[in-house]
């Protein structure tokens, strides 16, 4: 979960992850569509995002189509999300005991 949360802190990785989740692309339609990230910087940000399991690739010929891997997503999010959760009654339940 360390790694999905220092990916989502990224602003330009989440751009990604958005476009993303709209619908699948490949790698210089991203470029172009998020003209902030270079074709090697989107290469680096599509890598991490296999490796962390986010995304398949299709491969069609010479072409790369990036997909989002939603049950992953899901997975990830429901992580942070119950991580979240203890974290705020660990913080709540020591604001009770301190007063």
Do not use: H, W
Request: with cysteine.
């Amino acid at each position: 979960m360390d790694k999905f949360i220092l990916f989502i802190s990224d602003q330009k990785k989440l751009l990604v992850l958005r476009e993303l989740i709209l619908a699948e692309s490949e790698v210089m339609v991203l470029v172009r569509k998020i003209k902030t990230i270079s074709q090697p910087g989107m290469s680096i940000i599509l890598k991490e995002m296999r490796d962390l399991g986010l995304v398949k690739v299709k491969i069609d010929g010479k072409k790369r189509i990036y997909k989002i891997e939603r049950e992953m997503l899901n997975k990830k999010i429901c992580e942070m999300k119950n991580f979240l959760s203890e974290f705020e009654e660990k913080i709540v339940d020591e604001i009770i005991i301190r007063r």
